[in-house]
């Protein structure tokens, strides 16, 4: 089946079990918006649900002139809109640059007229943005994908003006839980999940699995594992990592997932080593951690379920963040050796 081609509301309300909606804990009281539009909204909604610091994500349509449209509107190709999510996030807990990594990873930017054979000026992609920032954040982001060479053609993928968002009737909100047969079905299908494949690297619980207590009790440092499996923090700029200056990868000790590049470090002056943004937020898990007498985000190796370090809201731009990360819970592979170990898919994100 199509995107294209949904069934009719009326038969998806009759067939689909009633999911609990998960309770979103809310960090700040700050929220902005990201729109992107990357053909079927369906696949472009469900890799942002359930990320740390995303409060909300609708499907709808944007983009285009008439007031209100309908899904039956929108997909005839009349009505100048593109398929849509809106994300509602807090900016202390996740970026709107991370955002737009993930969003690279959705769909073929290359693609023009369409998305997959979903074809039609209602499914080609954009990136709407809603300040001058978004919009530097967005094109900084595109040429760099552009330069990568990861793609054979250019980056097709528009950067507009936000306009407007309607959202889509509440039977394509969902989808991808609501209907899990057809969604895969069609993400299959239409060709998506095998561009997704051959062009990103897969970070997931397989591929980086994490080690029992037992085992890294024999193969970890005391610090390094009173770090990661007991929420310790290492001693400010006593550290292995503060002062590393070489390009390269950090990696979780724990798994190995990757989780922050050298290209994103910054000197903070706090002691410890410092990022804008890891490689892929979804690698990462952002409890709010009221201990100490305190409140903040800490940050959490997913795969390795390792305590890492803490997140702030005092970066630079154009995150504004700042990981404040413990080197013990890390290791650093220089970017001479990333193809050896492993991690030579992510060698155009040092260079």
């Given amino acids: 089946m ?8 009326s038969n998806l309300v009759e067939s689909t079990e009633s999911m609990p909606t998960p309770t979103v804990e809310t960090f700040s009281a700050k929220t902005e918006l990201a729109t992107f539009a990357g053909g079927c909204f369906w696949c472009v909604e469900a890799p942002f649900e359930g990320l740390d610091g995303v409060l909300e ?19 005839s190709g009349r009505t100048g809109h593109r398929e849509s999510v809106q994300i509602t996030f807090d900016p202390e807990v996740i970026s709107y640059s991370e955002l737009v990594d993930i969003f690279w990873q959705t769909f073929d930017p290359t693609d023009v007229g369409g998305s997959f054979f979903d074809r039609g ?20 982001s595109k040429a760099r994908l552009d330069k990568s060479g990861k793609f054979q053609k250019p980056i097709a993928t528009p ?10 009737e509440e039977y394509h909100q969902d989808y991808y839980k609501k209907k899990p047969s057809e969604y895969m079905s069609y993400k299959i299908g239409s060709g998506r999940q095998e561009c997704i494949k051959t062009n990103w690297p897969d970070i997931n619980e397989g591929t980086y699995p994490a080690k029992s207590k037992t085992e ?21 700029f006593q550290n292995e990592y ?5 390009a390269g990868l950090y990696v979780c000790i724990v798994s190995g997932a990757p989780l922050f590049s050298s290209k994103d470090k910054y000197e903070s002056g706090s002691g410890w080593p410092s990022f804008t943004k890891p490689i892929d937020a979804r690698a990462l898990e952002k409890p709010i951690d009221r201990s100490l007498g305190m409140t903040r985000v800490e940050v959490r190796s997913k795969y390795g379920k390792s305590h890492v370090g803490h997140v702030f809201y005092d970066g630079p731009t154009p995150t504004g963040l700042r990981y404040c990360m413990n080197s013990a ?23």
């Fill in 121 to 140: 000026s209602q499914y080609e992609s954009a990136i709407f943005y809603h300040n001058d920032l978004q919009r530097k954040v967005a094109e900084e």
């Fill in 242 to 246: 503060n002062g590393n200056k070489k």
């Fill in 57 to 75: 994500v609708v499907s709808g349509y944007s983009g285009g002139k008439e007031k209100n449209p309908t899904y039956s509107d929108v997909s």
């Fill in 159 to 168: 950067i507009i003006k936000y306009s407007n968002f309607y959202p889509a």
């Fill in 329 to 351: 819970a890390m290791k650093f592979i220089p970017k001479e050796e990333m193809e050896a170990k492993g991690y030579g898919d992510y060698l155009w994100l040092v260079d």
């Fill in 2 to 9: 199509a995107c294209g081609n949904a069934p009719k509301e």
């Fill in 216 to 236: 890294l009790k024999q193969t970890l440092t005391p610090l390094q594992y009173e770090v990661t499996m007991e929420d310790a923090t290492e001693y400010a």
